[in-house]
């Protein structure tokens, strides 16, 4: 069955840094575009970013262009969330979840999250 | 940005009973709309494509409906297992999501 399991959720320092990683199996992960969505505390969904299969389509919210990066290993059946110069409004869920075949659009399996909470 | 707003935003329906649950979008997504079910200390799962497909798996009794800026997700006999917190997504101009109904047991 398809699992998504995400990592590297800390406590860090407003300008800190964190990489997040999202394990996939039990689809083929190269044909998929994947992408990061978060809920901060008590908060809606927000989505952060996605990657197309191949990477050569990646798109980011506002809210952390310039400062996130994402990325993919289908060698390794994984995406990656760079966060970079985090502020205490970064401070949620992460999720990674998995898009279709040919574009994000709607995201039909979800990771269970991990914590990234940006405080001094 | 697309804004999503969802009504109510707390909803109490006793077991049995139909839940009627609300989105709109501050323009129109066209059919590009998407519901999601949340659960306390579980992965989010996916309902509703396209304004009205249900996704893999999915109930019969869970049913969408809409198009444009208005949009609609009902379930017919609420269960046990559906008193979570629920999501529209639209996807028709990058991602935003509403902000939430909560169905609760009445």
């Known amino acids: 069955q398809v699992q998504l399991v995400e990592s590297g959720g800390d406590l860090v320092k407003p300008g800190g840094c964190l990489r997040l990683?999202?394990?996939?199996?039990?689809?083929?992960?190269?044909?998929?575009?994947m992408t990061w969505i978060r809920q901060a505390p008590g908060k809606g969904l927000e989505w952060v970013s996605y990657?197309?299969?191949?990477?050569?389509?990646?798109y980011y919210a506002d809210s952390v262009k310039g400062r996130f990066t994402i990325s993919r290993d289908n060698a390794k059946n994984s995406v990656y969330l760079q966060m970079n110069s985090l502020r205490a409004e970064d401070t949620a869920v992460y999720y990674c979840?998995?898009?279709?075949?040919?574009?994000?659009?709607?995201?039909?399996?979800w990771g269970q999250g991990t914590l990234v909470t940006v405080s001094s | 940005e697309i804004v999503m707003t969802q009504s109510p935003a707390t909803l109490s329906v006793s077991p049995g009973e139909r839940a009627t649950l609300s989105c709109r979008a501050s323009?129109?997504?066209?059919?590009?709309l998407a519901w999601y079910q949340q659960k306390r200390g579980q992965a989010l799962r996916l309902l509703i494509y396209d304004a009205s497909t249900r996704a893999t798996g999915i109930p019969a009794r869970f049913s969408g409906s809409g198009s444009g800026t208005e949009f609609t997700l009902t379930i017919s006999s609420l269960q046990s297992e559906d008193f979570a917190v629920y999501y529209c997504q639209q996807y028709n101009y990058y991602y935003t999501f509403g902000q939430g109904t909560k169905l609760e047991i009445k």
């Open positions: 990657i197309s299969s191949s990477a050569n389509s990646i």
């Open positions: 979840a998995r898009g279709s075949i040919t574009r994000a659009a709607h995201f039909d399996y």
């Open positions: 323009q129109s997504v066209s059919s590009n």
């Open positions: 990683s999202c394990a996939a199996s039990g689809f083929t992960f190269s044909d998929y575009y």
